[in-house]
């Protein structure tokens, strides 16, 4: 089965450089997550995007910025980078279904991630 | 978003069954109780969510309190490739709607 695919996997930037992410969901998933780990933390949530508009958004620094293009594929796009930016970069997707009165994304499926590395 | 207290680490032996709780005694009614644990070097992976009901699926089984303050994950039958961190995570998951990741579990499995 298609799984989320994130690419690069692996990206080295210098401090200052701008970098770009990409994120491309499962067939006929409409919501897009990304999120950010540094070494030895739990994932944070960054922001996420429904039908191509944000949806909600989390502890995302100015500095960064992201989209959801008409084909559902996401970008995550990282400028002025600084050494703390330096972590692993997970995308999810999910799809919805009517669940408990609403519509709902039950299940979130992970990419294998992007690790990042700034010097 | 109501908050989520797991034991830091736990430690099992290899096919043996593990309890993994979760406390959240400040759920509110819409709040869904999903698991998802993290193996090593790999993005997290969707494990089991409920209600107010206990949740059997193919990996897992979710027992849920009747004030529904707490929760517990359980593994029939531990396997080494179940270390992993396991989160629980409260949700109402709403179209778009984060997924909070906190403090998780650590379950280390002995043979």
């Known amino acids: 089965a298609a799984g989320v695919i994130q690419s690069p996997r692996h990206l080295i930037k210098e401090k200052r450089e701008t970098a770009t992410l990409k994120c491309y969901p499962i067939?006929?998933?409409?919501?897009v997550y990304w999120y950010q780990q540094g070494p030895g933390q739990d994932p944070q949530f960054l922001i996420s995007?429904?039908?191509?508009?944000?949806?909600d958004k989390g502890s995302i620094p100015d500095r960064f910025s992201a989209q959801q293009f008409s084909d559902y594929h996401s970008e995550l796009n990282m400028s002025s980078l600084e050494l703390g930016d330096s972590a692993l970069y997970f995308c999810?997707?999910?799809?919805?279904?009517?669940?408990?009165?609403?519509?709902?994304?039950?299940?979130?499926?992970f990419g294998q991630g992007t690790r990042l590395t700034v010097v | 978003d109501a908050k989520t207290t797991q034991p830091n680490s736990m430690e099992s032996n290899e096919e043996e069954p593990v309890h993994l709780p979760c406390n959240h005694s400040?759920?509110?009614?819409?709040?869904?109780i999903h698991w998802y644990r993290q193996l090593p070097s790999q993005g997290p992976e969707y494990v089991i969510h409920?209600?107010?009901s206990n949740v059997n699926n193919r990996m897992a089984s979710l027992a849920i309190a009747e004030d529904r303050k707490s929760s517990t994950l359980i593994l029939h039958r531990a396997t080494l490739r179940d270390a992993a961190v396991y989160y629980c995570?409260?949700?109402?998951?709403?179209?778009?709607?984060?997924?909070?990741f906190g403090k998780g579990t650590s379950l280390l499995v002995t043979p």
């Open positions: 999810a997707s999910s799809p919805q279904e009517y669940t408990g009165g609403a519509f709902r994304n039950t299940e979130a499926f």
């Open positions: 067939p006929r998933h409409d919501t």
């Open positions: 995007f429904y039908e191509k508009m944000q949806s």
């Open positions: 400040t759920i509110s009614g819409t709040d869904y």
């Open positions: 409920g209600l107010t």
């Open positions: 995570i409260l949700s109402p998951l709403y179209t778009g709607y984060a997924l909070n």
